[in-house]
């Protein structure tokens, strides 16, 4: 069983910063790809940043420049840090991980997800 555990939102002034954390967890073999999501209320789940094992990053246009996503592979963990931040950053931040190992005796990936972490950005 593999469990992704976020931490580090809360509530931030505009122009405030955050660190999010994301932990992995569990009968894990390698982790590849690592990244973060937003939803907004209303509003469907949307890409931040993701970054690879090698640690090549992507990032939506709306953060670059203020977010940035790391990994440290020795403990299974994934980063974002937030700086000038927005109201309209405001959202629930999950992260998401794919995993390879063996699934029912054959070799596969297998994705999973965060519980989810609320940042507000308000004054």
């Known amino acids: 069983q593999v469990q992704l555990v976020e931490s580090g939102g809360g509530l931030v002034q505009p122009g405030g910063s955050l660190r999010l954390s994301c932990a992995a967890s569990?009968?894990?073999?390698?982790?590849?790809?690592m990244g973060w999501y937003q939803q907004a209320p209303g509003k469907q789940r949307e890409l931040v940043a993701t970054?690879?094992?090698?640690?090549?990053?992507n990032y939506a246009d709306s953060v670059k420049g203020r977010f940035t996503i790391s990994r440290d592979n020795a403990k299974n963990t994934v980063y974002l840090q937030m700086n000038s931040l927005k109201p309209e950053d405001t959202a629930v931040y999950y992260c998401?991980?794919?995993?390879?190992?063996?699934?029912?005796?054959?070799?596969?990936?297998?994705?999973?997800w965060g519980q989810g972490t609320q940042v507000t950005v308000s004054s």
């Open positions: 998401n991980a794919d995993m390879l190992g063996y699934y029912s005796g054959t070799w596969g990936k297998r994705n999973y």
């Open positions: 569990g009968s894990i073999f390698v982790i590849s790809d």
């Open positions: 970054i690879t094992r090698s640690g090549n990053t």
